[in-house]
């Protein structure tokens, strides 16, 4: 398993977005899959898990990675406020920090 981090809204602007952010055309095609899910509406881990599976034939351990990727490279994040684990992408919920990094965003 990965990491839970909690930092200072400042320093995720200031210093860690600018040094984690990749895009995510820069991912492998089954991080870009999911993310495309993603970022049309929010999924719960589970049910996103089965989709994609069913989708693309991955195992458990690909999606997981993918995934992962998808948040180390701050294109998805966790809803704090859902009851079920749930993704959201990054430049929705932290519409400010994207606008100010991304070119376009």
């Given at each position: 398993g990965g990491f839970a981090v909690l930092m200072e809204m400042g320093y995720l602007d200031e210093v860690h977005f600018p040094a984690a952010y990749q895009p995510v055309d820069k991912l492998n095609d089954l991080a870009r899959a999911i993310f495309?899910?993603?970022h049309l509406e929010p999924w719960t881990t589970t049910d996103l898990?089965?989709?994609?599976?069913?989708?693309?034939?991955?195992?458990?351990?690909?999606?997981?990675?993918?995934?992962?990727?998808?948040?180390?490279?701050?294109?998805?994040?966790?809803?704090?406020?859902?009851e079920q684990d749930t993704w959201l992408a990054f430049r929705e919920v932290y519409a400010?920090?994207?606008s100010r990094h991304v070119p376009g965003g």
């Open positions: 495309e899910k993603i898990r089965h989709e994609v599976m069913e989708e693309t034939g991955c195992t458990k351990s690909q999606f997981d990675t993918a995934l992962k990727n998808l948040q180390i490279s701050l294109n998805v994040v966790r809803d704090a406020e859902a400010e920090i994207w």
